[in-house]
């Protein structure tokens, strides 16, 4: 389908483990989103992408997470040295526009650390 | 602290019921609120949205009212169906998206 779509699904990592994760958005929209869902919460921003700049990445909890969007397409999420409370749902959005309008999300990819 | 509250964690409605989702904001500078629809295992999906500038929006059987001086916002849908068992999100825009932590509602038969 045209929607967004995400990779892995499900990852299982061990704690200290590197994992990146992949968001290719809808073909021409030219923001891209990343979220961090915990269990029983909302959504909560991560980063921003307008094209290839990230243009707001308050919202990485720390130096160990790290996103690109090179070409202004694809998106990698990277997570390095995981850890315990790095396990969540991590949801990719994109929209059409510049303005944060309506976002249309992935599947997300359910992050285990062990 | 919060600025996206849904104080409501589950909702159970008869079908052919009315439902009404409860969402109470804490920043008045929020331009733009929308509400997203989630079934298991996928994403949210959009449901409607609302400009602050409007007290109210319709799109089928979905209806939501913005009361800006109570910040306070309200998704209703009826009659309710058995496909609107799902977990709601309300989320308000500033210079990002923040969602509250969801309503799960149950249709009853």
């Known amino acids: 389908g045209a929607g967004v779509s995400q990779s892995p699904r499900y990852k299982v990592a061990k704690r200290g483990q590197d994992v990146a994760l992949r968001c290719d958005p809808i073909?021409?929209?030219?923001?891209l989103f990343w979220y961090q869902q915990a269990l029983g919460q909302g959504p909560e921003f991560l980063t921003y992408?307008?094209?290839?700049?990230?243009?707001?990445k308050s919202g990485l909890p720390s130096d160990r997470f790290f996103a690109e969007r090179p070409e202004g397409s694809v998106s990698t999420l990277k997570i390095q040295r995981t850890q315990q409370e790095d396990s969540a749902v991590y949801l990719c959005?994109?929209?059409?526009?510049?303005?944060?309008?309506?976002?249309?999300f992935g599947p997300g990819t359910r992050l285990t650390v062990t | 602290d919060q600025q996206v509250k849904q104080n409501s964690p589950s909702l159970s409605v008869q079908e052919g019921r009315i439902s009404i989702l409860n969402c109470d904001y804490t920043?008045?500078?929020?331009?733009?609120f929308l509400w997203y629809k989630k079934y298991p295992a996928e994403g949210p999906t959009f449901l409607i949205s609302?400009?602050?500038?409007?007290d109210k929006n319709e799109d089928g059987r979905f209806t939501v009212f913005l009361n800006k001086s109570a910040k306070h916002l309200s998704l209703h849908i009826v009659p309710s169906q058995p496909g609107d068992s799902a977990v709601y999100f309300c989320?308000?825009?500033?210079?990002?998206?923040?969602f509250g932590k969801g309503t799960r509602l149950h249709i009853l038969p």
């Open positions: 992408f307008q094209n290839e700049a990230q243009l707001d």
């Open positions: 959005a994109s929209s059409l526009g510049a303005a944060l309008g309506e976002q249309y």
């Open positions: 609302i400009s602050s500038i409007k």
């Open positions: 989320a308000a825009k500033d210079d990002k998206i923040i």
């Open positions: 920043n008045s500078m929020f331009d733009y």
């Open positions: 073909s021409g929209h030219v923001s």
